[in-house]
């Protein structure tokens, strides 16, 4: 056999041994980091909501998979729907029920939606339990508070003295006023470093006495607790403020809150 004819056949032999080494093969994406949105509705009205839709929006632009949560009614609900995702966002809404950490309601106090309330709860709950990284913006930032054993201001014109305007008498847009952030916390390097920023503003309550094992880390200039840091948690914090909106009006400069988020939970 000719020297040229013994190597095809052999070339021969190792396609069919091995198979054809020039097919293409599939390189696998890594999976996207789920993150769960704090239940208030149904998914079908939720996608219709502006306001939800400022979180999906987020999530998809930092690179993330948002995930609708289902209303959690006692712990075990909490912490089975939690297996499904890699961090939770607790969103902004309703006032918090004075009921959930023991005053009257005042006549300045919204409506409650007491079935949220509870969700919110146990989901903040499980998160805490499970050590699972959770932002909590606005309303999510009280309840985490309540959930810690801390109170609020039912109502920010009425029971504090302040000039600021937290939230638009004519509730028609977003306030803006000036924060500090305190070195050294998941806030600061989420937001880029300690010092002054301009945020956001929406809210009628706030923080009064502050929860256990909860550590202050924001302030607004009249002294109103902007941020939140849950001390025995590799990553449980709180803010104020809403993220979500400036990242929406294409400021972007928070979508790092929402990227630091999700590094967190991909470690």
């Keep these: 056999m000719k020297k040229g004819l013994k190597l095809l056949v052999a070339l021969l032999m190792v396609f069919a041994l091995f198979g ?7 390189v696998n994406e890594p999976a996207k980091v ?32 948002p995930v609708y949560m289902e209303q959690a009614t006692d712990l075990e609900s909490a912490i089975a729907f939690l297996a499904n995702v890699d961090c939770i966002i607790m969103a902004g809404g309703e006032d918090v029920n004075p009921a959930m950490y023991g005053e009257e309601m005042l006549a300045e106090c919204e409506e409650p939606y007491d079935e949220r ?20 913006t606005c309303r999510g930032m009280q309840m985490l508070n309540v959930v810690c054993g801390g109170t609020l201001y039912q109502d920010l014109f009425t029971q504090y003295d302040t000039e600021i305007n937290h ?13 500090t952030i305190e070195d050294g916390n ?37 002294g109103m607790i902007e941020g939140l840091i849950y001390d025995n948690a590799s990553y449980i914090y709180g803010t104020q403020f809403h993220p979500e ?19 967190a939970a991909s470690k």
Aim: charged letters at 25%; glycine letters at 8%.
């Design 34 to 65: 789920k993150v769960g949105v704090s239940w208030a509705m149904d998914e079908s009205d939720a996608i219709e909501d502006e306001d939800i839709q400022a979180y999906v929006e987020s999530i998809k632009l930092a690179g993330g998979e």
């Design 167 to 179: 939230r638009d008498p004519e509730l028609e847009d977003f306030t803006y006023h000036t924060i």
């Design 186 to 222: 998941i806030l600061a390097e989420a937001m880029g470093g300690a010092g002054e920023y301009t945020v956001n503003s929406w809210h009628h309550q706030g923080i009064k006495t502050v929860g256990e094992g909860l550590s202050v880390v924001a302030l607004a200039e009249d």
């Design 20 to 26: 054809c080494t020039t097919k293409t093969e599939t």
């Design 245 to 263: 909106w400036h990242v929406v009006e294409e400021t972007l400069d928070c979508l790092p809150v929402f990227t630091a988020l999700m590094e």
């Design 117 to 136: 309330d509870t969700s919110d709860f146990w989901y903040i709950k499980a998160a805490i339990e499970m050590d699972m990284p959770l932002l909590a």
